[in-house]
């Protein structure tokens, strides 16, 4: 078994945050949700599973995965060509909801033990898309800016590596209003650089 697929076979039987988690246990059973292949260029790098996406197994199957396809310009079966676009997200399994009924943090288990490994496998990577803050972090480090807006402004710095976006979810639907640099200067590149590396310019 090739050492990717060995890998793979891992996290999804992994129950650290059960077995050894960081503070609570989580409060279901684990369902690892995340795409990789040793073909793919692009790597979009979220923050968890959603509610929808436990439940499905697959990830981006809600309006937020409808938006950042459109962000991308790319259809539903682009999109899940895994053999093109790598999934991998800061937590695998859907972390539980906190009292208002938002989603938990990604669990602070799976990037410490599971990314490193995954992405020394995948060095073909050329363009990863970081979603949201916690991505930001782990694949910026310093050079990211004190806030995700910042952070997604100064995008240039970062590319052509790395692009940072905010969280396709309809909870920014402000944050796009009050930011229309963001679909004018930064989604033109990012939909022609994903056409280039999906092989299809």
Do not use: V
């Given at each position: 078994m090739p050492k990717l697929d060995r890998l793979t076979a891992e996290i999804r039987a992994c129950r650290l945050?059960?077995?050894?988690?960081?503070?609570?246990a989580l409060p279901h059973e684990p369902r690892p949700v995340f795409r990789v292949s040793q073909t793919a260029r692009i790597c979009i790098a979220g923050q968890a599973p959603g509610t929808r996406v436990h439940a499905s197994g697959t990830p981006f199957t809600d309006p937020s995965g409808d938006r950042l396809r459109v962000w991308m310009g790319v259809t539903p079966d682009e999109f899940y060509d895994v053999s093109r676009i790598a999934i991998v997200p800061m937590g695998f399994?859907?972390?539980?909801?906190?009292?208002?009924g938002g989603d938990l943090p990604p669990r602070r288990e799976c990037a410490p033990r599971w990314r490193a490994p995954l992405f020394e496998m995948m060095p073909q990577i050329e363009l990863v898309l970081a979603?949201?803050?916690y991505a930001q972090a782990?694949?910026?480090?310093?050079?990211r800016r004190k806030s995700l807006t910042e952070t997604v402004a100064a995008w240039e710095a970062f590319y052509p590596r790395c692009i940072p976006l905010p969280h396709p979810s309809w909870?920014?639907?402000?944050?796009?209003?009050?930011?229309?640099?963001?679909e004018e200067e930064l989604l033109p590149v990012l939909k022609r650089d994903v056409r280039r590396l999906l092989g299809a310019e």
């Open positions: 945050c059960i077995e050894s988690p960081q503070g609570r399994c859907f972390p539980g909801l906190d009292a208002k979603i949201g803050q782990w694949h910026l480090g310093p050079s909870r920014n639907n402000a944050w796009l209003g009050k930011n229309p640099w963001f």
